[in-house]
């Protein structure tokens, strides 16, 4: 599905909004850094993410740290889209306005949606919600454009950045080795090797003080 933000009719919203192992439906649509598509993003990873509204405490807390952020989500072959229904004059004057607040450069896209077609494609909008404000979702989508992670958090409570790279490098350290990550894991620790799927391989001696079904490792 491709999604047209700036020519008429607008496209209707799909079925289902994407959920983890989708293609992430693409769009095209103007940003404060000039026309995007999602498909333009294909060969890295990307975390695209809605924000209530410009000018608001919570989503300026957030820009802030995503902005501070970038060179980390860079190094880890991540960009970043935001994303409101605000217009892209209010995107550009909020933009300026952190700058001057704030003294940090927002680096990154902010695509407008007014219509809210990709905020309703992607499910940042509730069902019959009478609201124009996305809640804060946040999608990362792999280098194939499939959605690999989603997190939503309500408009009064702001997102952890250090957790969505976090997010980020698992899933990559995940794909990399045929591994998973236990819970907090952090770059450089132990990870978890995948279980045995056989009687004979349950049967073979494990690490020590380590179970079958529970075995650390180091990539």
């Known amino acids: 599905m491709s999604i047209e933000t700036d020519t008429d009719p607008p496209v209707p ?14 769009f095209r649509a ?4 000039g026309p995007r598509t999602l498909a333009s993003y294909r060969g890295r990873w990307l975390v695209f993410f809605s924000h209530p509204a410009d000018f ?13 952020a970038y060179e980390a989500f860079r190094d880890t072959d991540c960009d970043l889209l935001a ?14 306005s952190i700058e001057q607040r704030f003294g940090v450069r927002v680096p990154f896209p902010i695509v407008e949606d007014p219509a809210m077609g990709i905020a309703r494609a992607y499910g940042m909008l509730p069902a019959g ?10 999608f990362v989508i792999d280098p194939e454009g499939i959605v690999r992670a989603l997190v939503a958090y309500p408009l009064t409570v702001g997102r952890s950045i250090a957790e969505i790279l976090r ?35 349950i049967a073979q001696p494990g690490a020590a003080g380590q179970d079958w079904y529970y075995r650390l490792g180091s990539l």
């Not at 103007?30 to 850094?33: A, I």
């Not at 919600?129 to 946040?138: F, H, L």
């Open 13 to 26: 919203p799909p079925a289902c909004p994407p959920i983890i192992g989708d293609v992430a439906p693409n």
């Open 83 to 96: 994303l409101s229904v605000d217009s892209l004059s209010s995107h550009l004057a909020w933009k300026h």
């Open 56 to 68: 608001t405490p919570v989503c300026t807390s957030e820009f802030v740290a995503f902005a501070q």
């Open 167 to 201: 997010l980020v490098q698992a899933l990559q350290a995940c794909d990399a080795s045929d591994v998973s990550t236990p819970e907090g894991w952090q770059p450089g620790d132990q990870v978890l090797v995948n279980p045995p799927l056989t009687s004979d391989e």
């Open 30 to 33: 103007r940003t404060t850094m």
């Open 129 to 138: 919600s009478t609201s124009s404000a996305t809640v804060r979702t946040t």
